[in-house]
C-alpha cells in the first residue's frame, strides 16, 4: 500500500519472538503487514543462518534510512539480532514510535559505542555500504558520488534528512510512607483507699431512774448495717493524637539540552549564463 507522506521507523530487538509481537502490534495501528519488514542476523547456534551483508543492503533499498543508520544496523546484524523497519503513514508515525520504543528494544547507539572501543571502526565494507547497496544508481562502492565525467549526466538524487526529538516525562517511585496502627495492652497500677465501717454491740449494766414522762414498757427497734468501700474500674477512650499522610506536589524546571541533526545542502551551479561564468555559485538550503 502507498501513501502520499510516509515515514520510516526502525528497531533492533535480541529475539525473533520480541520482534514479531512489534510488529503485530504495529499491524494492529492499521500499518500493512506488506510494509514491515524484519530482518535476521548472524546466528552461530543455526547453522543454516547465515548473514550476507548484501543482502541486508538489498532487503531495505525500499526503505528511507541514514547511512550511518545503515552500518550501525548492518553490524548489529552481524553480531546477531533482529532489526524490523517498517514504512508507515506520516499519521500514525508517533504511534508507530511509541510501540517500538519500549525496553525491548536494543540501544544500538551504547552498543556501537562500544563497538567502536572494541576497534569497530563504523566503516562500511566496500560494495555494500550507502547507496551501492540499495541500488540506487550515480553512487560508487562508497556509499558517494563520483564527479561526472565529460558528456555524463548527472541525474541523482540526495536525500535531505532531520532529526526529531521527542521530550516526555515519566513517574518514578523514591520510596514510600506507610502508617499502620495497632493494639498494645500495658498494665496500669494505682493505690486506692477503702474504708469499711463495722457495727459493734456493746451491753454495759445500768441502775438509773426512769425520767419522767418517758414511756415505758414499749417495743423499741434500732438497726445499723456493716459497709465497706469497694474498687470500681471504668474505662473510656479518647483520640489523643492524629496522623495524616497528604501529598505536597512540587514543579521544578529542567532544561533538557539534546543534540538533533539535520542535512544542509549546498548547490554548485558553474554554468554560463547570459554569457557570464560563476565558477562558485553556492546557494545553502
Same mark, same amino acid.
Given at each position: *500500500? ?8 526502525? &528497531?533492533?530487538?535480541? $529475539?525473533?519472538?520480541?520482534?514479531? &509481537?512489534?510488529?503485530? @502490534? ?21 547453522? =543454516? ?15 528511507? *534510512?541514514?547511512? @550511518? +543508520? ?5 553490524? /548489529?546484524?552481524?553480531?546477531?539480532? !533482529? ?6 503513514? @506520516?499519521?500514525?508515525? %508517533?504511534?508507530?514510535? =511509541?510501540?517500538?520504543? $519500549? ?5 544500538? +547507539?551504547?552498543?556501537?559505542?562500544? #563497538?567502536?572501543? =572494541? /576497534? #569497530? ?9 550507502? !547507496?551501492?547497496?540499495?541500488?540506487? %544508481?550515480?553512487?560508487?562502492? $562508497? ?10 549526466? &548527472? ?5 535531505? *534528512? ?23 495492652? +500495658?498494665?496500669?497500677? @494505682? ?5 469499711? +465501717? ?17 414511756? $415505758?414498757?414499749q417495743d423499741q427497734t434500732i438497726e445499723a448495717e456493716d459497709t465497706s468501700e469497694e474498687v470500681v474500674v471504668s474505662k473510656d477512650a479518647r483520640v489523643v493524637e492524629e496522623i495524616d499522610l497528604k501529598r505536597r506536589s512540587d514543579t521544578d524546571t529542567e532544561t533538557v539540552t539534546e543534540t538533533v541533526r539535520h542535512t544542509e545542502v549546498e548547490i554548485e551551479d558553474d554554468r554560463d549564463r547570459d554569457g557570464v561564468t560563476r565558477n562558485d555559485d553556492r546557494t545553502?538550503?
Amino acid at each position: *500500500m502507498a501513501y502520499d507522506n510516509t515515514r520510516t521507523v526502525s &528497531a533492533f530487538y535480541e $529475539t525473533r519472538d520480541t520482534a514479531d &509481537a512489534h510488529q503485530r @502490534e504495529l499491524v494492529s495501528l492499521g500499518v500493512p503487514a506488506s510494509d514491515i519488514q524484519i530482518v535476521e542476523g548472524a546466528d552461530e547456534s543455526v547453522p =543454516d543462518r547465515q548473514y550476507e551483508e548484501k543482502g541486508f543492503f538489498e532487503s531495505i533499498g525500499d526503505f528511507f *534510512m541514514g547511512d @550511518e +543508520d545503515k552500518q550501525v544496523y548492518n553490524e /548489529g546484524l552481524k553480531r546477531g539480532g !533482529y532489526l524490523l523497519t517498517a514504512r508507515v503513514p @506520516e499519521s500514525h508515525y %508517533e504511534q508507530a514510535l =511509541d510501540v517500538l520504543d $519500549t525496553d525491548d528494544a536494543v540501544d544500538l +547507539d551504547a552498543r556501537a559505542e562500544t #563497538w567502536r572501543e =572494541d /576497534g #569497530w571502526d563504523g566503516a562500511p565494507a566496500a560494495g555494500t555500504a550507502g !547507496y551501492a547497496a540499495t541500488g540506487a %544508481e550515480g553512487y560508487d562502492a $562508497t556509499g558517494t558520488r563520483p564527479a561526472p565525467r565529460d558528456g555524463d549526466l &548527472a541525474d541523482g538524487t540526495i536525500e535531505v *534528512m532531520e532529526e526529531n526529538i521527542r521530550i516526555g516525562k515519566r513517574d518514578v517511585s523514591h520510596g514510600r510512607v506507610r502508617v499502620r496502627s495497632y493494639v498494645v495492652e +500495658d498494665q496500669v497500677s @494505682e493505690d486506692v483507699t477503702l474504708r469499711s +465501717d463495722h457495727v459493734e454491740i456493746e451491753r454495759r449494766p445500768v441502775d438509773r431512774a426512769v425520767e419522767p414522762g418517758t414511756a $415505758t414498757f414499749q417495743d423499741q427497734t434500732i438497726e445499723a448495717e456493716d459497709t465497706s468501700e469497694e474498687v470500681v474500674v471504668s474505662k473510656d477512650a479518647r483520640v489523643v493524637e492524629e496522623i495524616d499522610l497528604k501529598r505536597r506536589s512540587d514543579t521544578d524546571t529542567e532544561t533538557v539540552t539534546e543534540t538533533v541533526r539535520h542535512t544542509e545542502v549546498e548547490i554548485e551551479d558553474d554554468r554560463d549564463r547570459d554569457g557570464v561564468t560563476r565558477n562558485d555559485d553556492r546557494t545553502p538550503l
